[in-house]
């Protein structure tokens, strides 16, 4: 079910907005009435995506360079008539699947880089923006991952823990303001990011899932959906799993 007019006059910027959950939450807010820019890194992909989900625009930059997210953040909030009222920061990569003892390191840097130093700087990035326009609503897509640990996946489930410690410091931050910042804790839901992932690994994923089904874009942007949403007002720092009865807490 949408809501046709919940984002009316809103404006978003979605990182990774090419594909997976970064596709399917703009594509949600815009057919709620938002104004949004999306970003990722490639801008043939930004471009097909564009045409797919009526983007207002799109800005091919790299997270995990805070410079880049510094530029692009001012370029995107000009774009959208200068002001911003949510950020998605859903841009994320899985890096290989190997035990701890075998990572390697440029491996571990990259998947930290991108998970976690670029959700910070985009978070960063995005408050002073929320704080002169008096609102905001900032959504991390973490992983369950960052809650429970997936072996074999090191670097993710580290990244992802610390995506949930930076939106519970955050939102405390904020909480006197009217800006709210939570996230999300998927378990597996099927999108690009497979791709990058061993077949067992897939497979250890939804054998821990009691539903027995990874879960759908569709159901995740729902969900981001409301905590973008003014509606969300008293929840702040929070996560929010979506995990089909994985999370034990």
């Not at 360079?65 to 008539?81: C, F, P, T, Y």
């Not at 959700?119 to 369950?144: L, T």
């Not at 809650?147 to 904020?174: H, Q, R």
């Not at 250890?204 to 007002?233: D, K, N």
Request: glycine content about 10%; aromatic content about 6%; overall charge neutral.
């Amino acid at each position: 079910m949408n809501f046709p007019d919940r984002f009316k006059g809103r404006t978003a910027i979605v990182t990774g907005g090419a594909s997976g959950f970064g596709q399917a939450i703009a594509a949600r807010l815009i057919a709620e009435g938002a104004r949004v820019s999306l970003w990722d890194l490639h801008e043939d992909a930004l471009l097909a995506a564009r045409q797919a989900c009526g983007a207002a625009h799109i800005a091919a930059l790299d997270v995990s360079d805070a410079d880049q997210v510094a530029r692009g953040m001012d370029a995107s909030v000009a774009a959208l008539g200068g002001k911003l009222d949510i950020l998605i920061a859903s841009a994320g990569i899985s890096g290989p699947n190997a035990p701890v003892r075998d990572y390697p390191l440029a491996a571990w840097r990259q998947v930290v880089d991108v998970n976690l130093h670029g959700v910070f700087y985009c978070d960063r990035a995005a408050v002073p923006h929320m704080e002169r326009n008096g609102y905001g609503r900032i959504v991390n897509i973490a992983s369950i991952s960052g809650k429970e640990g997936n072996p074999n996946a090191a670097a993710y489930s580290a990244s992802k823990a610390g995506v949930i410690g930076l939106t519970k410091a955050l939102g405390k931050e904020l909480a006197t303001t009217q800006i709210r910042v939570n996230c999300v804790a998927p378990a597996a839901v099927r999108t690009p990011l497979f791709d990058q992932m061993s077949e067992a690994h897939v497979a250890f994923m939804l054998s821990h899932i009691p539903q027995g089904r990874f879960g759908t874009l569709e159901e995740i942007a729902a969900l981001v959906g409301w905590l973008a949403s003014e509606e969300c007002s008293f929840n702040s720092g929070a996560v929010f799993d979506a995990t089909g009865g994985r999370a034990t807490y």
